[in-house]
């Protein structure tokens, strides 16, 4: 009870004061601990499993092929950080900040990256199966084969993001905004993308079974040579004439 008030209070504190005026202690490499400032260690290839880094500066860290089975990132800044194939898979990764990382076949598998932000990440490869994304941002990286099944994306943002061949099974991701994205040759059977904002995207190759749009805006977007078998356009806006009418709802 002490622990978790005194982290509260810790959280709340640096919450309410920048990074400039308020500096992290620096972190024992060795004994992570919460809000702590780790940019000088290298846990390449550590375990990690279980370790509780919230609120913790992980800038430019290198985490090449660390195990963080079931960490605590929540609210960590690991900007420009190498999580090269990395194991995050259970971690609570919720408002950690991803910017610019390298997420190369990353695992988040059943991870709790709600409003995480992954702005110009590079997820080539990752893996995000059973995963709670609401409300992240996703904007410009680069997630081109990355796994996405059966996971929770809605209120995301993935404008100009590049997702060529990205697996979206059974994910929802009503409410997202997906502007300018590039999802040629995607799997996207029974993805829900009720109110979705598809403006400009490119759905060249996507395989669409039982797909929902309900009510998503289409406008400009291209499905040219899309597989598709019974997806469902009800309230869709600007529908693409490319779609053959007698293969939607």
Known sequence: ?????TLAILLFSYEANSQESVPLPVGD???????????????NGRDLSGADLAGSLLNGVNLQNTKLFDCNLKGAILIDAD?????LSGCNAAEADFSQSDLFHTNFDEAD???AVFFKANLFGASMNSTSADGASFQHA???????????????????????????????LTDS???????????????????TDLTGSL?????????????????????????IQAPDFTGAIDIPTDIPIENHK
């Open 142 to 172: 680069n997630l081109k084969d990355i796994s996405m099944e059966e996971s929770q994306f809605t209120h995301c943002s993935f404008d100009q993001a590049f997702m060529m061949r990205a697996v979206l099974i059974d994910s929802n």
């Open 113 to 115: 990256v709600t409003d």
């Open 29 to 43: 490499c060795d004994v992570p601990k919460p809000l702590h400032d780790y940019r000088h260690c290298n846990f």
């Open 1 to 5: 009870m002490i622990y978790r008030l």
């Open 177 to 195: 905004s997906m502007r300018q994205v590039v999802l040629t040759g995607a799997a996207l059977e029974h993805a829900n993308f009720t109110r």
């Open 83 to 87: 999580l090269k194939w990395a194991m």
């Open 203 to 227: 759905l060249n190759g996507t395989t669409l079974t039982e797909t929902i749009f309900h009510n998503a805006i289409l406008t400009s977007a291209r499905f040219t040579n899309a597989r």
